[in-house]
């Protein structure tokens, strides 16, 4: 997000690192999807051990990565006029604990719905729907392809319109799509359910796509990094990894998948509260401490 060429141009650059998500879930269905028509009816007893171990490569790739990245402007900055802080978790919960609460609730609109329609709908549609596990595994990988281009347009988007307003447009969106897409996922009808996978990353990468800079945006550079990852990763906490458990308590009192899509929507209200509470700095200088 620091590397934009101007103020402008911030929502675009920071969508790109979050592509990283629909080319690692086009990756993983894809390995899957090879590997289960290689192994066939023994998919579940050995199939899966191989793209699991083969996924240790990724993590070397990650490093290598990682390893080779360059700090940003605004880092090099800060550490020639020696604004370091020696304990930073320390002092962003002193100077911006507003901010890594909303940044953590806001995602709910995102984070639950993501593990919704690309996790527990294989268990919902293969197990409770009786449908083929390669049909939901192709209509994942197409929806990590549409992917490809809603996540870097949503974040181009953010650069015209505003995070904040992009953000609560695709909140306001994921809300009302669950019941929507379970609507059609419940008729058991291919084309329907292939249909209702397909489109159902669109809503979350309106969200996905400005979300980067608009939470990076929101703590004072000598805190950002910091800040943000705290605020990020906390959503994985409360909104992503308990996603498909909490969803699968109200299908088994209520035997439907509305019962999940008012679970999105509550979701979904959580974040319009949180995004609208939210500070947004898009198109002003980032640069400069926010607390001078």
């Known amino acids: 997000?620091?590397?934009?060429?101007?103020?402008?141009?911030?929502?675009?650059?920071?969508?790109?690192?979050?592509?990283?998500?629909?080319?690692?879930?086009?990756?993983?269905?894809?390995?899957?999807?090879?590997?289960?028509?290689?192994?066939?009816?023994q998919f579940a007893t050995w199939g899966w051990r191989i793209p699991f171990a083969l996924s240790i490569i990724l993590v070397g790739v990650g490093l290598?990565?990682?390893?080779?990245?360059?700090?940003?402007?605004?880092?090099?900055?800060?550490?020639?006029?020696?604004?370091?802080?020696?304990?930073?978790i320390v002092e962003i919960f002193k100077k911006q604990p507003k901010e890594i609460i909303l940044s953590a609730l806001l995602r709910m609109a995102e984070q639950a719905p993501f593990y919704i329609f690309t996790a527990f709908i294989f268990a919902y549609a293969v197990g409770t729907l009786h449908m083929p596990r390669n049909l939901i595994l192709?209509?994942?990988?197409?929806?990590?392809?549409?992917s490809f281009v809603s996540i870097p347009l949503s974040g181009h988007i953010s650069d015209r319109i505003g995070r904040k307003k992009m953000y609560l447009i695709g909140a306001a969106t994921v809300g009302w799509?669950?019941?929507?897409?379970?609507?059609?996922?419940?008729?058991?009808?291919?084309?329907?359910?292939?249909?209702?996978?397909?489109?159902?990353?669109?809503?979350?990468?309106?969200?996905?796509?400005?979300?980067?800079?608009?939470?990076a945006?929101?703590?004072?550079?000598?805190?950002?990094?910091?800040?943000?990852?705290?605020?990020?990763?906390?959503?994985?906490?409360?909104?992503?990894?308990?996603?498909?458990?909490?969803a699968t308590a109200p299908f088994a009192h209520y035997q439907t998948g509305y019962a999940i899509s008012i679970y999105t929507a509550a979701g979904a209200a959580v974040s319009l509260v949180s995004a609208a509470f939210m500070p947004d700095y898009t198109g002003k200088d980032i640069s400069l401490e926010y607390d001078d």
């Not at 084309?191 to 996905?208: C, E």
């Not at 945006?217 to 409360?238: C, D, K, N």
Request: one cysteine or more; hydrophobic letters at 50%; glycine letters at 8%.
């Open 1 to 41: 997000m620091e590397w934009a060429r101007h103020h402008g141009h911030r929502g675009l650059v920071a969508s790109w690192p979050q592509f990283g998500v629909p080319a690692g879930l086009f990756l993983s269905n894809l390995v899957i999807l090879a590997f289960s028509a290689w192994s066939g009816d």
């Open 64 to 88: 290598w990565i990682r390893l080779g990245i360059l700090e940003t402007p605004v880092f090099r900055q800060l550490l020639n006029t020696q604004r370091i802080e020696k304990a930073p």
């Open 138 to 146: 192709s209509a994942v990988l197409v929806a990590a392809c549409v």
């Open 177 to 215: 799509f669950g019941f929507l897409y379970f609507a059609m996922v419940d008729t058991a009808i291919p084309s329907a359910v292939f249909i209702a996978i397909v489109l159902s990353l669109i809503p979350h990468d309106m969200q996905y796509g400005p979300q980067a800079a608009l939470i």
């Open 217 to 246: 945006e929101a703590f004072t550079p000598r805190l950002r990094y910091s800040g943000s990852s705290l605020g990020y990763q906390l959503a994985s906490v409360i909104a992503g990894g308990p996603a498909p458990l909490i």
